[in-house]
């Protein structure tokens, strides 16, 4: 009997135990993140062996800490669901459990106070309840970081560490946290060398602001690297980094070298050229600087408005020699000086020997030298009339010819500086007779005939041109007009003159060592034809032909002979009317004629042309309807 008791009670308690570990089991998630202002969820998921439509499901929100009081935000159970209005999440939070065995708590807009433990009770009436957890962590991702350096110079020679940089990141959570660097390399804090400090704020709406200040002891190198910030923050998705943007900081270093360099003009200089100096001092800032030109003080006027070079303008040989700067240290009151040899080349005007104007005779020579003072080796060339002719100092001329004349340019250049140049004129005339080169015509066009005759003469001295007309005796006097060639040496002349038969025209030219002439025939220019005009008659139409111009040398005398002669036949008929009057000279009827009877049945007047070589006309005249014999 006792044997079965002890048996009865062990499987009781057996009973028991596996009753109380199967009843009630609860799946949550540890942590859950969200991003502030966004929507969340978390899940609660049970299992049971009870009756499910007797489950009691309840959510409770605490804050971190052992202390804390719990908050209920939600109760369920077969009689209905309630959610708690004077909870911090009132208005925000709804549940979801449609799914059995599964209860959803959704937040949306999360805040930073809903950052608590989320407690999900689930039981039976008749069963102890089990309860499961879930931390909700919320974050803010922050401003990207603004960094602003010192306004200020920074000095090499500070003791201490100085103020570079401040960099500020606004409206994180969790913290966010502040790291510098220099060029790519990140800064730690080393006493006396290098330091950080924060500054954290928590603004109204809860998130956080760090404003970081960087100390350092710069060196000379530092002026050539950038600083920059960088923030890193916690995010749902891990860790994050913004970096801010890239500063310089103005590092003051006093100068270990001073530099003298022209900058202008590049190369040589010449006289006339603006010439411009400047002295690179390595400090900075820039030290104070001095000028001197051969151990003077140079004019204030000459500097640059910097006061860091020196301009020549139109600079003069004089101009050049020894330029000295000097830089002065404000802090350790140290000089630094440097120099630099300014060479400015001239070429001076070129004298030619033996001076222009130069006369020779035919066949003579002539041996001309051309030299210039230069600074810098030279060049001579000589032209003719822009044609080369030879290369050297000398010019030599051999058996002169009218071929010599002209004008001769002597160019000195310096080959090691181009624009260096300078250069002289030698005219060189060569007496002898005058030679025609060259006679032309051209027609004018105007209407009447007229074409210019152009006649070009070599001589010297400049010969005088006359004209004639062997064929005619015509005056010439106002028709030609005549120049001297530009730079001496010969002559032009130009005729005008009617060709309207065909003409020959002399061109003489004359000096005191002979003559020379020349003929030239001019073809006559026949005028423009116009239509013949037709006459009509009562015996039909004829065409009358105009009488043609016949030019005839001595037409001016033969029109004025025939003048004379009508005048004197108008006196002698004039004279025997006068003596017929007067009764003086008698007359028989057989000289009697009616002068004012006509006849006027049908009597006629016919113009006939005759082609025979004179082309005059022949009148034949009708009388009473008759014809006269020949």
């Known amino acids: 009997m006792a044997l079965s008791g002890f048996v009865l009670a062990g499987l009781y308690i057996l009973v028991l135990a596996s009753q109380s570990l199967a009843t009630i089991e609860i799946n949550m998630e540890d942590r859950v993140e969200v991003l502030l202002g966004k929507q969340v969820e978390i899940s609660c998921q049970y299992k049971m062996d009870s009756d499910p439509s007797t489950v009691i499901i309840q959510w409770y929100t605490k804050p971190a800490g052992s202390n804390s009081q719990r908050q209920r935000i939600f109760y369920k159970d077969n009689t209905g669901a309630i959610l708690d209005q004077d909870s911090s999440l009132a208005g925000r939070v709804t549940v979801h459990d ?12 999360v805040q930073l ?10 039981n039976t009436a008749t069963e102890d309840g089990k309860e499961g957890m879930t931390q909700l962590r919320v974050f803010s991702k922050p401003e990207v970081p603004k960094i602003e350096g010192v306004h200020t110079g920074i000095s090499v020679n500070e003791k201490d560490p100085t103020q570079i940089a401040t960099c500020h990141v606004k409206n994180g959570y969790p913290l966010p946290n502040i790291t510098w660097y220099r060029d790519h390399t990140p800064l730690y804090m080393k006493e006396g060398v290098l330091g950080v400090t924060n500054q954290v704020t928590r603004d109204t709406n809860n998130l956080y602001t760090v404003i970081s200040v960087l100390h350092m002891k710069v060196k000379k190198e530092d002026k050539d690297v950038f600083f920059y910030c960088e923030s890193s923050y916690f995010v749902p998705e891990g860790t994050r980094m913004t970096e801010s943007d890239r500063i310089k900081i103005n590092v003051h270093y006093p100068s270990t070298s001073v530099e003298l360099r022209q900058v202008l003009p590049e190369g040589l200089v010449k006289e006339g050229d ?36 020196v301009v020549l303008r139109y600079a003069t040989r004089s101009d050049g020699g020894m330029y000295t700067c000097t830089a002065l240290d404000l802090e350790t009151l140290e000089e630094l000086e440097n120099d630099m040899e300014l060479s400015v080349h001239y070429l001076d005007e070129t004298v030619v020997v033996p001076k222009s104007p130069v006369v020779l005779s035919q066949g003579s020579s002539l041996q001309a030298t051309c030299n210039a003072l230069s600074s810098l080796d030279t060049y001579t060339v000589w032209f003719k009339d822009g044609q080369y002719v030879s290369d050297g100092h000398t010019l030599k001329i051999f058996n002169a010819s009218m071929d010599t004349f002209g004008t001769y340019q002597c160019l000195v250049t310096a080959p090691k500086l181009p624009g260096l140049q300078s250069q002289s004129f030698l005219e060189v005339f060569v007496q002898g007779q005058p030679q025609i080169t060259d006679v032309r015509e051209e027609d004018l066009q105007d209407g009447e005939n007229s074409v210019n005759i152009t006649c070009v003469v070599q001589g010297y001295p400049t010969p005088s041109i006359t004209w004639d007309l062997p064929d005619q005796e015509q005056d010439l006097n106002g028709l030609s007009s005549s120049m001297e060639i530009p730079g001496g040496g010969g002559a032009i002349s130009t005729l005008t003159v009617k060709a309207t038969s065909k003409l020959s025209v002399v061109c003489e030219a004359v000096n005191e060592f002979g003559k020379d002439s020349r003929v030239h025939k001019i073809e006559s220019i026949e005028p423009e034809t116009t239509p013949l005009p037709t006459t009509t008659t009562p015996g039909g139409s004829v065409t009358v032909k105009p009488p043609r111009r016949v030019h005839k040398e001595g037409s001016g005398v033969i029109i004025a002979v025939l003048i004379i002669c009508v005048l ?9 009317y006068f003596l017929y009057k007067k009764g003086k000279i008698p007359c028989g009827r057989s000289g009697k004629q009616d002068l004012t009877k006509q006849k006027s049945n049908k009597d006629a007047i016919v113009m006939e042309m005759k082609t025979d070589k004179s082309d005059e006309a022949v009148l034949l005249q009708g009388v009473n309807g008759e014809k006269k014999t020949p």
Request: charged share 20%.
């Open 274 to 309: 603006t010439v411009e100096i400047r002295c690179f001092a390595d400090g900075n800032p820039t030290p104070p600087l001095t000028f001197k030109h051969n151990g003077e003080d140079l004019n204030e006027q000459l500097l640059t408005d910097d006061q860091q070079g």
């Open 113 to 122: 106070e809903d950052e608590l433990l989320f407690i999900c009770h689930v």
């Open 568 to 576: 004197l036949l108008a006196i002698l008929g004039s004279v025997l």
């Open 98 to 109: 449609s799914i059995p065995g599964s209860v959803v708590v959704i937040v949306e807009p």
